[in-house]
Protein backbone atom coordinates (compact mmCIF):
# COMPACT_ATOMS: atom_id res chain seq x y z
CA UNK A 1 0.00 0.00 0.00
CA UNK A 2 0.87 3.00 -0.96
CA UNK A 3 0.35 6.22 1.27
CA UNK A 4 -0.23 9.39 -0.39
CA UNK A 5 1.36 12.54 1.84
CA UNK A 6 -0.90 15.58 1.11
CA UNK A 7 0.58 18.57 1.06
CA UNK A 8 0.13 20.98 3.06
CA UNK A 9 -0.82 24.04 0.72
CA UNK A 10 2.42 26.40 1.63
CA UNK A 11 1.96 29.36 4.16
CA UNK A 12 2.25 32.30 2.73
CA UNK A 13 2.10 34.79 5.47
CA UNK A 14 3.99 34.82 8.45
CA UNK A 15 2.66 35.77 12.06
CA UNK A 16 3.74 39.14 12.07
CA UNK A 17 1.63 42.22 11.61
CA UNK A 18 1.01 43.83 8.36
CA UNK A 19 1.75 47.20 6.81
CA UNK A 20 -1.97 47.73 6.46
CA UNK A 21 -2.70 46.64 9.90
CA UNK A 22 0.36 48.93 11.37
CA UNK A 23 -1.20 51.90 9.47
CA UNK A 24 -4.53 51.22 11.16
CA UNK A 25 -3.08 51.15 14.37
CA UNK A 26 -0.84 54.61 13.55
CA UNK A 27 -4.23 56.33 12.62
CA UNK A 28 -6.28 55.58 15.46
CA UNK A 29 -3.33 56.48 17.83
CA UNK A 30 -3.23 60.25 16.37
CA UNK A 31 -6.69 60.36 16.38
CA UNK A 32 -5.99 59.55 19.97
CA UNK A 33 -2.87 61.73 20.18
CA UNK A 34 -5.04 65.19 18.72
CA UNK A 35 -8.01 64.20 21.50
CA UNK A 36 -5.70 64.29 24.14
CA UNK A 37 -4.13 67.04 23.03
CA UNK A 38 -7.52 69.36 22.33
CA UNK A 39 -7.98 68.35 26.06
CA UNK A 40 -4.87 69.75 27.38
CA UNK A 41 -5.19 73.05 25.58
CA UNK A 42 -8.98 73.28 26.90
CA UNK A 43 -7.99 72.22 30.39
CA UNK A 44 -5.27 75.08 30.36
CA UNK A 45 -7.66 77.66 29.31
CA UNK A 46 -9.75 76.70 31.47
CA UNK A 47 -7.15 76.94 34.37
CA UNK A 48 -6.16 79.96 33.16
CA UNK A 49 -9.87 81.57 33.70
CA UNK A 50 -9.68 79.94 37.08
CA UNK A 51 -6.78 82.13 37.82
CA UNK A 52 -7.94 84.65 36.73
CA UNK A 53 -11.15 84.44 38.68
CA UNK A 54 -9.74 83.99 42.09
CA UNK A 55 -7.20 87.23 41.52
CA UNK A 56 -10.41 89.53 40.26
CA UNK A 57 -11.81 87.85 43.54
CA UNK A 58 -9.29 89.03 45.76
CA UNK A 59 -8.47 92.36 44.18
CA UNK A 60 -12.05 93.28 44.72
CA UNK A 61 -11.75 92.18 48.21
CA UNK A 62 -8.65 94.31 48.72
CA UNK A 63 -10.04 97.32 47.23
CA UNK A 64 -13.45 96.74 49.90
CA UNK A 65 -10.98 96.27 52.52
CA UNK A 66 -9.47 99.55 51.50
CA UNK A 67 -12.96 101.59 51.29
CA UNK A 68 -13.98 100.28 54.87
CA UNK A 69 -10.28 101.56 56.48
CA UNK A 70 -10.38 105.03 55.29
CA UNK A 71 -14.20 105.04 56.19
CA UNK A 72 -14.42 108.78 55.90
CA UNK A 73 -13.07 108.97 52.61
CA UNK A 74 -14.91 106.80 51.14
CA UNK A 75 -18.74 108.35 51.61
CA UNK A 76 -19.72 108.98 47.95
CA UNK A 77 -20.57 112.61 49.31
CA UNK A 78 -16.32 113.26 49.70
CA UNK A 79 -15.68 112.44 46.04
CA UNK A 80 -12.70 110.89 47.07
CA UNK A 81 -12.90 106.88 45.72
CA UNK A 82 -14.98 108.36 42.36
CA UNK A 83 -12.18 108.84 40.29
CA UNK A 84 -12.85 106.07 38.59
CA UNK A 85 -16.41 105.75 37.38
CA UNK A 86 -15.21 104.25 34.31
CA UNK A 87 -12.96 101.50 33.72
CA UNK A 88 -9.17 102.40 34.00
CA UNK A 89 -6.14 101.53 34.09
CA UNK A 90 -2.95 102.22 36.01
CA UNK A 91 -1.98 103.40 32.83
CA UNK A 92 -4.41 105.88 32.84
CA UNK A 93 -3.58 107.13 36.22
CA UNK A 94 -2.00 110.54 35.90
CA UNK A 95 1.65 111.20 37.10
CA UNK A 96 0.78 113.03 39.91
CA UNK A 97 -1.75 110.04 41.40
CA UNK A 98 0.94 107.41 40.91
CA UNK A 99 3.53 109.74 42.32
CA UNK A 100 1.64 109.78 46.06
CA UNK A 101 3.14 108.09 48.60
CA UNK A 102 1.02 107.29 52.29
CA UNK A 103 3.89 104.01 52.97
CA UNK A 104 5.96 104.16 55.11
CA UNK A 105 4.48 106.77 58.00
CA UNK A 106 4.59 109.33 55.79
CA UNK A 107 1.31 111.48 56.86
CA UNK A 108 -1.20 111.63 54.28
CA UNK A 109 -4.49 113.25 54.58
CA UNK A 110 -8.09 110.99 53.75
CA UNK A 111 -7.83 112.11 50.25
CA UNK A 112 -4.67 111.43 49.65
CA UNK A 113 -4.91 108.13 51.18
CA UNK A 114 -7.84 107.04 48.88
CA UNK A 115 -5.89 108.65 45.98
CA UNK A 116 -2.84 105.75 46.46
CA UNK A 117 -5.14 103.16 47.47
CA UNK A 118 -6.83 103.51 43.83
CA UNK A 119 -3.15 104.32 42.42
CA UNK A 120 -1.80 100.62 44.34
CA UNK A 121 -4.86 98.86 43.77
CA UNK A 122 -4.86 99.83 39.96
CA UNK A 123 -1.41 98.89 39.80
CA UNK A 124 -2.18 95.62 41.42
CA UNK A 125 -4.61 95.04 38.69
CA UNK A 126 -2.24 95.56 35.59
CA UNK A 127 0.56 93.89 37.39
CA UNK A 128 2.16 91.72 34.41
CA UNK A 129 3.10 88.89 37.13
CA UNK A 130 -0.52 88.24 39.29
CA UNK A 131 -2.99 90.89 37.83
CA UNK A 132 -5.27 90.38 35.28
CA UNK A 133 -5.20 90.09 31.13
CA UNK A 134 -5.70 93.45 30.26
CA UNK A 135 -7.12 94.29 33.43
CA UNK A 136 -9.11 97.52 33.99
CA UNK A 137 -11.67 98.41 37.24
CA UNK A 138 -14.02 100.76 38.23
CA UNK A 139 -16.06 102.02 41.40
CA UNK A 140 -19.36 103.39 41.43
CA UNK A 141 -21.52 104.40 44.00
CA UNK A 142 -25.08 104.15 44.28
CA UNK A 143 -26.27 105.79 48.13
CA UNK A 144 -23.17 104.23 50.47
CA UNK A 145 -23.28 101.33 48.27
CA UNK A 146 -19.58 100.80 46.08
CA UNK A 147 -20.07 98.91 42.95
CA UNK A 148 -16.06 97.43 42.28
CA UNK A 149 -16.06 96.04 38.97
CA UNK A 150 -12.97 94.28 37.76
CA UNK A 151 -12.37 93.20 34.01
CA UNK A 152 -10.33 91.25 32.45
CA UNK A 153 -10.02 89.26 28.85
CA UNK A 154 -11.04 85.94 28.82
CA UNK A 155 -8.60 83.03 27.72
CA UNK A 156 -10.68 82.52 24.94
CA UNK A 157 -13.26 84.54 22.84
CA UNK A 158 -16.85 84.10 23.21
CA UNK A 159 -16.79 82.99 27.14
CA UNK A 160 -16.66 87.04 28.38
CA UNK A 161 -20.01 88.29 30.56
CA UNK A 162 -19.81 91.88 29.99
CA UNK A 163 -18.98 94.42 27.49
CA UNK A 164 -15.54 97.31 27.68
CA UNK A 165 -17.29 99.12 29.94
CA UNK A 166 -17.77 96.16 32.59
CA UNK A 167 -21.93 96.03 31.86
CA UNK A 168 -23.02 92.85 32.19
CA UNK A 169 -25.14 91.50 29.86
CA UNK A 170 -24.35 94.01 28.02
CA UNK A 171 -23.29 95.24 24.30
CA UNK A 172 -20.57 92.48 22.57
CA UNK A 173 -19.73 90.39 25.89
CA UNK A 174 -16.01 90.31 25.13
CA UNK A 175 -14.55 90.71 28.56
CA UNK A 176 -15.39 88.62 31.77
CA UNK A 177 -16.13 91.32 34.87
CA UNK A 178 -16.88 90.47 38.65
CA UNK A 179 -18.52 93.01 40.37
CA UNK A 180 -18.62 93.26 44.11
CA UNK A 181 -21.13 95.52 46.10
CA UNK A 182 -19.98 97.26 49.47
CA UNK A 183 -22.30 98.90 51.86
CA UNK A 184 -19.92 101.57 53.59
Known amino acids: ?3 LHMRRPHQRYGNGATLLEILVALAILSVGMLGVGALQTKAMRSGQDSYFLSQ ?4 ADDMAERLRANNSAASPASGNYNGINTMTSYAALSAADKAISCAGGATCTVAN ?3 YDIAQWLRAVNDGNRGLALGAAKITWSG ?3 TITLRW ?3 QSGEGNCDSTGTMGGGTQD ?3 LQ ?3 TL
Not at 56 to 59: E, G, M, P, R, Y
Open 56 to 59: ASFL
Open 153 to 155: QPG
Open 180 to 182: LQV
Open 175 to 177: YRC
Open 113 to 115: MAR
Open 144 to 146: NTA
Open 1 to 3: MRH
